[in-house]
């Protein structure tokens, strides 16, 4: 199984969102960065792309962003589950207005403790993030 990560906008409940290729960050505007995880069986057919990914209970997620501003400084940020009674598959980051994102590099981390015996594993992102300043506008993923 390959897991991934989705960028969601216009996150109004479980089953009303748009995923999006590229997720939209405005460096100084505070802002939620939703995501779904989705799983694909090797030698699957491509329109079962993206089918969720429900972790196990008391599964926890933490977002990377491995590159901000010049001083080349690391955030890590714990995601909650969007919808914890409805569906475990749609995750939810704030990004503070304080937070600048300028770098490359963003990686889900996911320990699941009914999977490999809870150690943490990377998902790989599909799409990218742009953020964008009043300056400058770089596209990372």
Known sequence: MIKKFVYLENVKDLNTFYRVQVFEHVNGVQQNLYFR???QWSGQCPEQDHQRYLPGVG???????????QRLQVLNRPAVMAFPNDD????MVPLL?????TGA???VTLSDPTVNNGL??????????????????????
């Open 37 to 39: 995880l989705t799983q």
């Open 59 to 69: 599964s926890t997620v933490t977002i990377t962003f491995n590159c901000l501003d």
């Open 88 to 91: 475990r598959s749609i995750w």
């Open 97 to 101: 207005a304080t937070d600048v994102i």
């Open 105 to 107: 590099g963003v990686q």
């Open 120 to 141: 943490p594993e990377q998902i790989l992102p599909d799409g990218r993030i742009k953020a964008e300043t009043a300056t400058n506008s770089r596209y990372f993923g």
